[in-house]
């Protein structure tokens, strides 16, 4: 814990720093509003973050040959020994996800962004903490780096988008990746838990010798990882509604703002003329002049 205590200060000071010396010079020059400037000012932080732990991650799975063999994700379970750069990963992101807490206070985030923030704030520490406790490193790193790869590609694009309104193809690219990495990440899951761990010699329960291979573990791992699947899957059908409708919106107010005006009939445009002559209307026709007596 004084580790994770350590590297939580040093999250905050990095933060601080990004937030000081790059996003706010690029608020003052897009000139965007408050909520905008939230959102900016989120993205740009994760974005950060997302990018460095993605590059990290995908180092550590070329190293560790996670990825070539994958029964290397149960083989040899309870995986207690770990390389230093994995545990030294594993201890920086429980640091970061923890310092996102108080940073929540020190960004004055707004009342109703708070929920919306803690929710994965507290999804990502349960996840990542549940991992190296349990012994499932090997599970969690695989499973992290695909995920990190598409919120990197989300804020990224949230960024492009605050900049210019009409840069919005990297949505379509990461809703792509959403659903792929969904699916990917409950494959793996099953594969671990359902075939890989339930057939393997080593079965029984022992804090000594930190195994957990046990039904009752199994099954509230994956029930985690596929309830949380099926929450993110939920919000992201809600946001592409969303997205939809204002889509929708916008197009129906425009084909209304472009739509031609009545165009005057083709007598009215010849001004009331007979046989090419013009007639004079009615109302302006001038009276006859009776001849006076004499």
């Known amino acids: 814990m004084a580790t994770v205590f350590f590297y939580l200060l040093i999250a905050i000071i990095l933060h601080a720093l990004i937030q000081e010396y790059i996003l706010d010079k690029i608020n003052r020059r897009l000139h965007l509003s408050k909520t905008k400037h939230s959102k900016f000012n989120e993205s740009g932080q994760l974005a950060t ?68 923030q803690l929710y994965y704030i507290c999804l990502y520490i349960f996840h990542i903490t549940g991992a190296y406790v349990l012994n499932l490193h090997r599970l969690g790193l695989v499973l992290l780096v695909p995920h990190y790869l598409v919120e990197l590609l989300f804020h990224a694009s949230r960024l492009f988008y605050f900049s210019d309104e009409n840069k919005q193809k990297g949505f379509t690219l990461w809703a792509l990746l959403f659903v792929i990495t969904r699916l990917l990440t409950l494959t793996v899951s099953v594969l671990t838990f359902g075939f890989g761990l339930s057939r393997t010699d080593n079965q029984g329960f022992s804090l000594a010798e930190g195994n957990f291979n046990v039904l009752t573990v199994r099954v509230t791992c994956l029930s985690a990882i596929c309830l949380t699947q099926a929450w993110m899957m939920w919000k ?42 013009m007639k004079p209307e009615d109302k302006t026709s001038p009276r006859e002049r009776k001849p006076k007596a004499s």
């Open 49 to 116: 973050f997302y990018s460095f732990s993605f590059i990290w991650g995908c180092s550590i799975l070329t190293n560790e040959e996670f990825v070539t063999n994958p029964t290397f994700l149960w083989e040899g379970y309870p995986h207690i020994h770990m390389a230093f750069q994995v545990k030294f990963f594993y201890i920086c992101q429980i640091a970061y996800w923890f310092h996102a807490l108080p940073e929540l206070y020190f960004q004055k985030v707004r009342k109703e962004d708070i929920p919306r």
């Open 236 to 277: 992201f059908i809600n946001f592409q509604l969303k997205k939809w409708r204002e889509q929708s919106q916008i197009q129906a107010s425009k084909k209304k703002a472009v739509s031609p005006k009545s165009r005057p009939s083709k007598k009215d445009s010849r001004g009331g003329s007979v046989n090419g002559v």
